[in-house]
């Protein structure tokens, strides 16, 4: 029997390093590590403004937000965790930040980062303004807890991603249906080249498609280097985080 199993697991969209081992001894040896404290996690991201300069400690704990869709915010009765972000570069607008996490908790970076005011560019879930009017900085949302949990439960339920069907579609279909008017069939040999765009009796056709766009997929967040005094696991930059 083959044994291949994950070590640790990375954010969806999030690049990087990420460990597998082939046999259980390995599998127990590394996650006993991992729990023990002993592995050095560093990572890169791309944040939104000019970073501070020197080390700057984000030790906020962290906890659910909204549980069914696993989005974390700062809050007193969360878990510990431990984040030393430095800026590597910027470019007046951008920072390249260089974070290492003592912790492990769900989204931890993504929720430092933007507790620090300098949320990761592009973040679908914590770069926005439903977090309120500084997007979530120092924890202050403009608004209750609860009012918080529904306006971002809101903002990425799975409803907004349904198709939406022509309100007209069913209508046309019942009058076809009480219609006596034979129906004729297409063309034999009807090639895809001719065929209309649009048919209003395609079902398919009239339903409004919803295309999620390409940087939905991508998180300027990278797992540069996992490492313990016995091992060392590194990949190259990501080129969005090289200096021009």
Known sequence: MIYFTVLH?????????????????TDLEFKTTLKQGEWSKEYICKVDGVFPDGEIV?????????????????????????????????????????????TGRTHQIRVHSQFLGHPIVGDQLYNSA????????????GKSFEELCEAVRNTHKSENWH??????????????????????????????EKRPEFDEICQKCNVESKKVPDNHYQLFLHCLKYETPKWCFQTELPEWAVQK
């Open 9 to 25: 697991r990375l954010d969806r969209a999030t690049s990087g390093v990420l460990l597998f081992a082939k046999n259980y001894e």
């Open 58 to 102: 984000c030790d906020q704990p962290i906890g659910p937000l909204v549980i069914t869709m696993g989005i974390q915010c700062v809050r007193k009765d969360g878990k510990e965790a431990k984040s030393r972000f430095r800026k590597l570069w910027s470019d007046g607008e951008q920072s390249v930040v260089q974070v290492h996490i003592e």
């Open 130 to 141: 439903v977090w309120g009017p500084t997007k979530g900085k120092n924890a202050e949302y």
């Open 163 to 192: 198709e939406k069907p022509n309100p007209e579609f069913e209508r046309k279909m019942e009058e076809l249906a009480d219609d006596s008017t034979v129906i004729q069939p297409e063309t034999p040999g009807l090639t895809t």
